[in-house]
């Protein structure tokens, strides 16, 4: 469908032209018309297929009409980080290059007394839209900063993200102060049972959306090494020696893991950064900056960027760590094949405790994916065998070598 044949104001359609907009994603077409019609909504898609202009498009077409007040918050649209606060802030001054009379204010911690000032003339002075991370929003209101008793939108982005970090409680809190005609919009990358009961606490007689999660493109050449937790590191090393690094990002499961391989990569003279939780903004913001410019060759990360964060032309994905589940996965790796040539390599790096986890994602994907073989100059490797290791509960790599030598030793003690 294109845009065109929505019920959308000129001045929107405009803006849409002027970015080369045309055609709709399955999710925008679905979702869009309901919005307008003023339904709450519930729509479960993944990053990548255009869920951002999907509830920023309607928001906006209906404050361009001129009919909500001029000096009050009139939607809040929530993010789980501050990434995806920054990202749908810049949306949204592109869709609303002719529409002057809509304002937006992004507000997010780990800034400056400078931007927390820039951010409280914003919403007191009553900035149509507000981009907010939970925690900021409600210091504005805790300071009595914001007034939300006249919001007419309240959306809420990456819902599962949100509850997985703690944002429950929160998310609540705003809503209560929200007026009873606000209209609630939820989006979800996924459908637990938390966010059905999230729904159902927030939502009026909802409409469901829901965008199957689509497999990676045929276009990401998906690939894996078997091997022991320790071989990882030189693997990645081989890797690098053989192809220089450039627009690589590699994903591993916990912030002091990025800090280890990041250093480990330093160490190693590779041109590197680090994004995790730790950063204040400023330097996460320098980071991507430089990464984006192509300063940085790889970029080591939590999943803090494997959604909601727009970064074209990457070359490369490295899954160091297996991912918690599929649909995680197909985040992670989605962040390649996304350049004009619409082609990515994804290597994830897959220990003995790891198997059974892979191989649901195997699983998931409905088929099985390439398995390098590893140089015998690496030493001994594992079997891929996901359901003896999940049988016998094994830890890795050392946990095989312990057994060995455990065999080595009984051996010995017979003679």
């Known amino acids: 469908m294109?845009?065109?044949?929505?019920?959308?104001?000129?001045?929107v359609l405009d803006g849409l032209y002027d970015m080369n907009f045309e055609e709709t994603t399955p999710i925008q077409e679905l979702t869009i018309p309901l919005i307008l019609k003023g339904k709450d909504v519930i729509a479960c898609a993944q990053t990548g297929t255009g869920k951002t202009a999907a509830y920023v498009l309607p928001v906006i077409n209906e404050l361009s009409k001129g009919n909500h007040p001029a000096d009050a918050v009139n939607a809040i649209i929530m993010a789980p980080t501050r990434e995806l606060a920054q990202q749908i802030d810049q949306q949204i001054q592109g869709f609303t290059y002719f529409m002057p009379s809509v304002s937006a204010v992004a507000v997010y911690g780990g800034t400056d007394g400078i931007t927390w000032e820039q951010q409280k003339r914003g919403l007191e002075m009553g900035a149509d839209i507000v981009i907010a991370t939970p925690g900021r929003l409600l210091s504005?209101?805790?300071?009595?900063?914001?007034?939300?008793?006249?919001?007419?939108?309240?959306v809420l982005d990456e819902a599962d993200r949100m509850l997985d970090m703690g944002f429950y409680d929160d998310i609540m809190q705003v809503y209560k102060l929200l007026p009873p005609s606000c209209q609630t919009v939820m989006f979800s990358a996924t459908m637990p049972p938390k966010i059905q009961t999230l729904a159902k606490s927030i939502l009026k007689d909802p409409e469901e959306v829901k965008i199957a999660i689509s497999r990676p493109p045929e276009s990401i050449m998906q690939t894996a090494y078997i091997c022991y937790d320790t071989q990882k590191i030189k693997i990645l090393q081989e890797l690098f020696k053989k192809s220089h690094p450039q627009r690589v990002i590699i994903f591993s499961s916990s912030k002091m893991k990025v800090k280890e391989l990041s250093a480990s990569l330093k160490r190693m003279n590779f041109n590197v950064a680090a994004m995790h939780s730790d950063l204040e903004q400023a330097q996460r913001e320098e980071v991507m900056?430089?990464?984006?410019?192509?300063?940085?060759?790889?970029?080591?990360?939590?999943?803090?960027?494997?959604?909601?964060?727009?970064?074209?032309?990457?070359?490369?994905?490295?899954?160091?760590?297996?991912?918690?589940?599929?649909?995680?996965?197909?985040?992670?790796?989605?962040r390649t094949a996304r350049g004009t040539n619409g082609e990515g390599l994804a290597i994830t790096f897959v220990s003995t405790d790891e198997q059974p986890q892979f191989?649901?994602?195997?699983?998931?994907?409905?088929?099985?994916?390439?398995?390098?073989?590893?140089?015998?100059?690496?030493?001994?490797?594992?079997?891929?065998?996901?359901?003896?290791?999940?049988?016998?509960?094994?830890?890795?790599?050392s946990s095989s070598h312990k057994d060995k030598r455990k065999k080595e030793t009984s051996k010995t003690s017979k003679r």
């Open 140 to 154: 504005h209101i805790k300071l009595g900063t914001v007034d939300l008793s006249r919001v007419s939108f309240f």
């Open 2 to 11: 294109r845009f065109d044949e929505l019920e959308l104001e000129d001045a």
């Open 359 to 397: 191989k649901k994602i195997e699983d998931f994907l409905g088929k099985s994916i390439y398995k390098i073989p590893l140089s015998p100059e690496f030493g001994e490797v594992p079997s891929y065998e996901p359901d003896k290791y999940k049988k016998r509960g094994k830890k890795g790599g």
């Open 289 to 334: 900056k430089e990464f984006k410019n192509g300063r940085v060759d790889i970029l080591v990360a939590t999943d803090v960027v494997s959604r909601g964060i727009d970064i074209n032309d990457i070359k490369l994905v490295v899954n160091f760590d297996i991912p918690h589940d599929a649909e995680d996965y197909v985040h992670r790796i989605g």
